[in-house]
């Protein structure tokens, strides 16, 4: 079973500068997100029923999707650095 992301690691970092790190912890934000998902369900359930009577239903598939590509994106690292030598590294733990 995979778990959502409990921490994203942020570090920017320039040439001759000393770098910044930033952790923020999303085991704090998810609790939130569930508690306003759980308060917006009832709307959302109307929502897909209307747009399911007229044919437009397709944005469900998209939102199961989007929810499988947070979970699975657990260990992912974005490492990048610009022309002027600034790095940028993003990591979700």
């Given at each position: 079973?995979?778990?959502?992301?409990?921490?994203?690691?942020?570090?920017?970092?320039?040439?001759?500068?000393?770098?910044?790190?930033?952790?923020?912890?999303?085991?704090?934000?998810?609790?939130?997100?569930?508690?306003?998902?759980?308060?917006?369900?009832?709307?959302?359930?109307?929502v897909?029923?209307?747009?399911?009577?007229?044919?437009?239903a397709?944005?469900?598939?998209?939102?199961?999707?989007?929810?499988?590509?947070?979970?699975?994106?657990r260990?992912?690292?974005?490492?990048?650095?610009?022309?002027?030598?600034?790095?940028?590294?993003?990591?979700?733990?």
């Amino acid at each position: 079973m995979n778990w959502l992301p409990l921490i994203l690691r942020m570090q920017l970092a320039g040439p001759k500068r000393r770098s910044i790190r930033l952790w923020v912890p999303l085991f704090i934000v998810w609790p939130i997100l569930l508690v306003l998902a759980i308060v917006t369900l009832p709307l959302l359930l109307l929502v897909a029923i209307v747009l399911i009577l007229i044919g437009r239903a397709a944005w469900l598939r998209t939102s199961w999707a989007l929810c499988r590509i947070v979970v699975a994106s657990r260990g992912l690292q974005i490492d990048t650095y610009t022309q002027a030598g600034q790095r940028v590294f993003v990591s979700l733990e």
